[in-house]
């Protein structure tokens, strides 16, 4: 089922987010623009939002665009929007001509005792969100699309996944690397975009890009943080007010790792245990891991020569939070 | 490095097979018609083969096809063409404006004590054959361009590669899918053909397919036969001619499955047992497998009912031979 959310070439009926067709007026369309505007494959750029629920209609929809010369940029998300996954849509707006996004909870990156079920939802919210960053498209399937019955294909991506939440969340990047792969395979975009908060997700996904030889471009970003420092993540609205402090201790102490490494420290033991102290003093966290990996493969490293990684992964409270800093990139906390 | 073979618009200089360029005569090119013909995205259609060897060609020739609407057929091959090769190239032919064919023998699909090595090899035999069937692209990449250094993603699909050979060639089939993802990837067709001999690998590729959401249709072709009911296999070469009396069992066997199928025997135990004694009173023949297997799932069953295959493995000297008849289809020995 395909709904055209404010196109103006059939602007109604509109449909309820139950699926029902009804009746609606201009001015409730959300982003419609006052003046025509530019005609954009059909659809008024800028203005109205697709919204496209099957796969068969994703992927014509999708070589529909490619065969017209259009560029697809992607930004796959689980939805519950932070500013975060606003600013990986801005800038996968200026990446391609057409943006598209998915919205979709994924399962089977979920251990048996994780928060799939209470992981947060809000479509309405997500939609008016994606809208005024000027996404073109929004894919959001059931679950019966991803995984229909006799469903038994995975894609793994063996050595990047070995360390670090591959030892934490075991199965997990199985289920993120064949997600991406289904998705990719949907959307066909010639550019995805991802953050590098899941920075272990991040190198995963590039390496199966190239492993599998997708004709596709990763770009990756910097970490969108709250103005304390806490790095953004759906997961934060586990944390109890209460919490918050020892929450910031995963930004603060890779503030201090940087300054380790900017003023000359180059054994990773050292700035490891300096972390784990500083995390450890904090009265509800309570430590998974601290490592310092090279950037390509996610091994450990004793000593910071090349590119290198320090990444964290915390539990405070319900949540279970993860950061890291890539040395020598900015860190603006 | 690209080589096109007697491209009308630059007929001189064609490359010798190590890579020399020569000069040669409109005559010594294989296939090249008296007329022009129909000029066909630059190249004459049904003349000039060209040949890629990089990754990075292949998907740049295959996106510029696709842009403009042409559509892809395309048939994977490890080289050494019998005449059930260039039968799934005459299909082939049929099903797409541009026929690309590749021909790489994939070492991830065979175990560590396989016949990778000593696995037959002939280009320049395979080239013309190709030609002589209207091949517009033959795929040839090396290994270095197939499994670079750091390689480390694979495919698997499950259920479908539990049984029959997936007892008996562990890995295998994960070597086979995580070959053809990449492939698709890289020749990015609309439709792909294969055989019917490798029933397993069928399945799995049609599993894969569903399962990945590759936006590919996979069509499968009766098994090719020698006169004497011999299924078509490069691995046939590896018989001595005091062998093939034992080689027949296979297909003689299966003949003798379907006749017992049509007076009515539906226990697929009493069928297994008679295939086991009649290739069994072989001199050279020592079974691997016969199973009786649902299409769909490739688990054993013990009534024919739905869909059902009878699937064989079987060594006759230093060839391990494989056949199969799915009950209902046509059987021409």
Chains 1, 2 share one sequence.
Request: aromatic share 8%; glycine share 8%.
């Amino acid at each position: 089922m395909e709904v055209l959310i404010g196109d103006p070439y059939r602007l109604d009926p509109l449909r309820d987010w139950d699926g029902r067709l009804r009746e609606c007026n201009r001015d409730e369309i959300p982003g419609l623009p006052s003046s025509d505007g530019e005609v954009f494959f059909g659809l008024k750029r800028g203005a109205p939002m697709k919204i496209i629920e099957t796969v068969k209609e994703m992927q014509a929809y999708a070589e529909s665009l490619r065969i017209a010369g259009k560029k697809i940029a992607f930004v796959p998300t689980m939805g519950y929007f932070h500013e975060g996954h606003l600013d990986l849509m801005r800038n996968g707006r200026k990446q391609g001509d057409c943006l598209v996004i998915s919205i979709y909870v994924n399962p089977t990156q979920f251990g048996p005792n994780e928060d799939l079920a209470k992981y947060p939802r809000d479509f309405e919210r997500d939609r008016k969100m994606a809208a005024s960053v000027g996404v073109d498209v929004i894919f959001y399937p059931p679950n019966e699309e991803m995984y229909p019955d006799n469903y038994q294909t995975y894609v793994n991506v063996e050595g990047v996944t070995d360390n670090l939440c591959g030892l934490s969340r075991p199965g997990h990047f199985r289920g993120v690397t064949t997600v991406c792969c289904k998705l990719f395979n949907m959307v066909k975009p010639h550019v995805t975009i991802f953050g590098k908060k899941d920075f272990q997700q991040l190198t995963a996904i590039k390496r199966m890009v190239i492993d599998l030889n997708m004709d596709l471009e990763v770009v990756a970003m910097q970490t969108t943080r709250e103005t304390d420092g806490l790095a953004m993540s759906s997961r934060n609205i586990y944390l109890k007010p209460e919490e918050r402090e020892s929450a910031l201790s995963l930004s603060r102490s890779l503030k201090m790792a940087k300054e380790m490494y900017n003023r000359g420290e180059r054994d990773a033991g050292v700035i490891v245990n300096k972390v784990r102290t500083f995390i450890g003093d904090h009265p509800h966290a309570r430590i998974d891991y601290v490592h310092i990996c090279d950037t390509k493969t996610m091994k450990d490293i004793e000593r910071l020569g090349g590119e290198a990684v320090i990444a964290l992964a915390v539990r405070v409270g319900a949540a279970r939070l993860i950061d890291n800093y890539v040395f020598g990139d900015p860190l603006e906390i």
